[in-house]
């Protein structure tokens, strides 16, 4: 895939290192943004799938909102352009500190998850002389077909409001004298991708919404969460299908036109424009298994060794990938679990070859970490080799960005 040049090119570049695909990212947000428009729906970009600055920006000039989880990112929303009236704060462990500071940036509302958060949110409101905006998140006990450390909805998790709770705090509704509760939030797992699961979810926000409104709590939105999954299979199948997804709450909702509907999407928006490039160090022959150790490790990546997660690799000297060998890929982290991928099928690989482990956009540099003290590793931008315009530098973009 790679011409000798080019990878002369990357090979003068530190690996490993994230490649961001600017203009992917762009085409993913207008087209997010077209299906959402197509029902009134309203978006908040999950920041937890990706907190890179330019990534932020990029997605705030989108006119997108936030959904934080903690105050370090409602400080880092609001530095990259999105509005404090735009931003959610959702997270079952709010500190007192970062529940001020969110009443001080003024933000939409809080997502509360407990009823002694509720209480604790009214107490600093009433510090500082406001009243301030609440959605309960109510678990609605789902489940979302998902891997099980991703799985948010299940009354056995810790997230959310159980239903039981919910009556108690509607009944003592009036000792929150400086809350308006005035919203709804579910939010039940992530890389759903049996979208049944969603189907199901808003025969209980009806339910939720029509016991709220019979017990006289009047409820302006709905926060319906992320947990659109993408193809990590098939990387080259870049955008989800966004109206697919809003259809079936379109048609599963029962919903007064009044009452607002959020969602928050994190993966979906971002998880296909990053990539992972690291170099081949070994190759290890024993017992008949074959072992590449790689320059990035879970220090980087760490989605396979948390959760078995499935990435497409491919070596990026050959155009053709022809999987003609069986490898077993592993990090030069001193831990067991530090591989991206076993038995995976590639072609001769050598020391000094470059592989692009795709789909790294999403819980890939956020999850990142200097275990085994190691260094950041760098961050390029597609837009950035672009604007430099030198032919070399614009055949290593678009060659990382396109598959064979
Ligand atoms: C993580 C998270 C999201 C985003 O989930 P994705 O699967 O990345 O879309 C949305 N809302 C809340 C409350 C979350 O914790």
Redesign the pocket.
Same mark, same amino acid.
């Given at each position: 895939m790679f011409d000798r040049n080019t990878i002369k090119y990357l090979s003068e570049i530190e690996t490993p290192f994230y490649y961001y695909n600017t203009n992917l990212l762009h085409e993913t947000l207008f087209a997010i943004q077209e299906a959402a428009d197509l029902f009134g729906y309203h978006l *908040?970009y999950?920041i937890?799938?990706n907190a890179n600055p330019r990534i932020l920006q990029i997605i705030s000039k989108h006119n997108l909102g936030a959904?934080c989880?903690s105050g370090n990112e409602i400080k880092a929303a609001i530095e990259n352009g999105f509005d404090s009236n735009k931003i959610?704060f959702?997270?079952v462990g709010k500190t007192d500190k970062e529940i001020e500071y969110a009443i001080k940036q003024n933000i939409f509302c809080f997502?509360c998850e407990s009823i002694q958060e509720l209480e604790v949110i009214n107490s600093i409101a009433q510090k500082y002389n406001t009243k301030q905006r609440v959605a309960l998140?109510i678990n609605p006990d789902i489940n979302a077909n998902t891997h099980k450390h991703?799985t948010?909805g299940l009354k056995t998790n810790k997230?959310g409001i159980s239903f039981y709770d919910f009556k108690t705090i509607i009944k003592n509704i009036n000792n929150y004298n400086n809350i308006t509760i005035n919203g709804l939030?579910f *939010?039940i797992?992530?890389?759903?991708t049996d979208l049944s699961v969603f189907a199901k979810l808003c025969e209980i926000v009806n339910e939720t919404y029509s016991y709220a409104i019979s017990n006289n709590l009047t409820i302006n939105h709905i926060?319906l969460?992320?947990?659109?999954?993408i193809n990590y299979n098939k990387p080259e199948n870049h955008i989800p299908s966004f109206q697919a997804y809003f259809k079936i709450f379109n048609t599963n909702l029962n919903i007064p036109d009044r009452v607002q509907i959020h969602f928050?999407?994190?993966?979906?928006?971002v998880?296909q424009c990053g990539c992972l490039i690291t170099k081949v160090l070994y190759v290890k022959e024993n017992d008949e298994r074959k072992t590449i150790i790689v320059d990035a490790g879970l220090t980087e990546l760490l989605r396979p060794a948390l959760y078995q997660s499935f990435h497409k690799i491919i070596n990026l000297r050959y155009s053709k990938n022809e999987e003609n060998c069986r490898y077993d890929i592993a990090g030069p982290i001193c831990e067991t679990s530090d591989y991206f991928g076993k038995s995976v099928s590639l072609p001769e690989t050598e020391r000094g070859h470059f592989l692009a482990i795709y789909s790294v956009g999403?819980?890939g540099e956020v999850m990142s970490s200097q275990y085994n003290l190691r260094n950041p590793a760098l961050k390029y931008f597609s837009d950035d080799l672009i604007e430099k315009d030198t032919q070399l530098e614009n055949e290593a973009v678009s060659k990382i960005c396109s598959f064979s």
């Open positions: *908040h999950a937890k799938a959904d989880v959610v959702a997270g997502n998140r991703i948010t997230f939030h *939010h797992g992530s890389q759903i926060n969460g992320g947990g659109l999954g928050e999407p994190g993966r979906s928006i998880g999403a819980y």
